[in-house]
């Protein structure tokens, strides 16, 4: 919401807003001119006159702004559609989508034509070290990512559209799994071009879509393509990266910058904050920092670090996000979980549901002898206790897409 919000204002738009807390982000758009209010209530609304309202897909018809607009009669529109609205003053847009990586293709893709020297309009939906995470352009090319969690990537009408992979996540807010299927088939007919993996399933869900691009992994993998990349780079990305950067090159070439600028371009890539982030590596501790929330993300992490680092004891401290995930794939998530050596499980981040008879504890109960639960919401005893479980020489991943991320300073503080 907040880069969207950003956008509007460089663009000439009054904007004003309310969030249930204080942030970077609200801070931020405040410092900007918006007109930013903490907590819900109708009395923020005074003064606006028929104002265009935005709503996030977090906020349900109860809420008392949401409900007092709509008695109102003024215009609502999801975060999804102003997005795509937003798009469509365009001439060309290239839009992300994807069970997983989407947020990175798009920084990569945003980060190699700046460094073309083209003024692109963009929006990420993390955070990008060392660059802001939108801008508004100059009115040619848009990249951006769009969301299939709630179904709003149909919106979007895409010049490109590059779909990183389709799993089932997230299938119970959009009416199950082939509902999810067929509006990834939908986004997809709205682009005259896309791109995706070389994959079966993938290959039959697109085969109406008369221009494609195929990546094979046999390409991307041999040493050639990558030939312009820094040594250090390729050693230190896993195959989930090189992937990702693969996504971003060829979208590249296709809005005319060279493969071989594209490519070298990704040496400064900085990175986007919450994906394999390090934060400490010395040669007894290595802290990193992922957005991991799915079984598949998860396996390819620790994956990637089993690969890195194979003499190094694995810690894992993960925080659930969701309780419909964990229950779809409680299974899956103990058997990738299990390829650490040490698993702390963290209460289930509810984002927007209460409660469920299967839980964290359940889930270190079905991971094993290695795994425990922690009943606990205090950073300072969890990171405390995290790192009291580590043997050195030791890697210790923190995965999650909740807060977790809050206990990463308190773990800093304590390793310094």
Known sequence: MAPLAMIMMEKGFNVSGSDVAESSRTAMLAERGANIAIGHSVSNLEGLEEPLVVYSSAIKDSNPELAAVRKRYWKCVSRGQMLADLADTYKRTVSISGSHGKTTVTAMLAHIMKCAGIDVGYMVGGQIKGMPSWAAGNGDIFICEVDESDGSHILMNSHLGVITNVEDDHCWSVGGAEQLKLNFKTYASKAPKIIFLDDEELKELFHDNPDKEILKIDDIFDHNYFEGLNPDILNTWGDFQLIDAAFAVEAAVELGVSFDAALKSLNSFPGVARRMSVHMDTPRFFLIEDYAHHPTEVKVVLESLRKRFPGRELNVLFQPHRYARLEHYINDFAKVLSIADKILVLPVFTAWTDSSEVDSATLAKKIGRNAKSLDSHDWAKIAAY?????????????????????VIPEMLMRLK
């Open 386 to 406: 995290s790192l009291r479980q580590c043997n050195a020489p030791a890697v210790l991943a923190v995965l999650g897409a909740g807060d977790v991320n809050e």
